[in-house]
């Protein structure tokens, strides 16, 4: 059965860091892009950033760049996001999600997510 588990949130105070992991099961992740994105209440679905499936390109929204760093370990099955210099705006359920085509971060483009992790940037 196909899965995806983030893990990794919590509550961090501005400055600090995380690093959030998805983890994979039920399927070949090797051949599918997988996508981190962030909700929070009463707003749409964000992309954050994409790495693909030979993890050779990376993309990242504009108000993470420099900030947040995406990377994957197929022989372990999972993604990871790297987050530091967090922000109060980072404050957001992340999601993980794949893809069998090339990156992008527009959310209807996945079609399988994960449940979810909190992450809470707050003193």
């Known amino acids: 059965q196909l899965q995806l588990v983030e893990s990794g949130g919590g509550l961090v105070q501005p400055g600090g860091s995380l690093r959030l992991s998805c983890a994979a099961s039920?399927?070949?992740?090797?051949?599918?892009?997988i996508g981190w994105f962030r909700q929070v209440p009463g707003k749409e679905r964000e992309g954050v950033s994409c790495?693909?499936?030979?993890?050779?390109?990376?993309y990242y929204a504009d108000s993470v760049k420099g900030r947040f760093t995406i990377s994957r370990d197929n022989s372990k099955k999972t993604v990871y996001l790297q987050m530091n210099s967090l922000k109060p705006e980072d404050t957001a359920i992340y999601y993980c999600?794949?893809?069998?085509?090339?990156?992008?971060?527009?959310?209807?483009?996945?079609?399988?997510w994960g449940q979810g992790t909190q992450v809470t940037v707050s003193s």
């Open positions: 999600a794949r893809r069998v085509q090339s990156c992008t971060l527009v959310a209807g483009n996945f079609g399988s």
């Open positions: 790495i693909s499936a030979g993890g050779g390109y990376t």
């Open positions: 039920g399927f070949t992740l090797d051949y599918y892009a």
